[in-house]
């Protein structure tokens, strides 16, 4: 099935339930049991979706006793943020060259 194959985090991304489980993850570590609380998805859903997130170096888990909780991983998103950084800075570039060049042209 093509929406639980790996991408990187802006593909995994586009998906509204992952968006959701890492908004929810933002506010605190959680299980999968209270992630599916909280979302109109099957906790077997969850699953798949934190497998993909994990697989996208989103999320990081570790065992508690029988289940596992799930975190944002700090160097998942800080790379995205990266990413989004840099996109944000070309296009403030290019508004800079294209007052730069209407400038030019009225002088």
């Given at each position: 099935?093509?929406?639980?194959?790996?991408?990187?985090?802006?593909?995994?991304?586009?998906?509204?339930?992952?968006?959701?489980?890492?908004?929810?993850?933002?506010?605190?570590?959680?299980?999968?049991?209270?992630?599916?609380?909280?979302?109109?998805?099957?906790?077997?859903?969850?699953?798949?979706?934190?497998?993909?997130?994990?697989?996208?170096?989103?999320?990081?888990?570790?065992?508690?006793?029988?289940?596992?909780?799930?975190?944002?991983?700090?160097a998942?998103?800080?790379?995205?943020?990266?990413?989004?950084?840099?996109?944000?800075?070309?296009?403030?570039?290019?508004?800079?060259?294209?007052?730069d060049?209407?400038?030019?042209?009225?002088?």
């Open positions: 099935m093509a929406t639980y194959q790996t991408g990187d985090g802006w593909d995994v991304l586009g998906d509204p339930s992952r968006r959701a489980i890492i908004a929810s993850l933002a506010e605190r570590p959680q299980a999968v049991v209270e992630l599916a609380d909280a979302l109109p998805i099957s906790r077997p859903a969850v699953s798949q979706h934190l497998k993909v997130l994990k697989d996208a170096g989103l999320v990081t888990d570790r065992a508690a006793g029988a289940r596992r909780v799930y975190r944002l991983n700090p998942g998103v800080a790379a995205l943020r990266d990413q989004l950084d840099a996109f944000w800075n070309r296009t403030l570039a290019g508004f800079q060259d294209a007052v060049e209407s400038t030019e042209e009225g002088s």
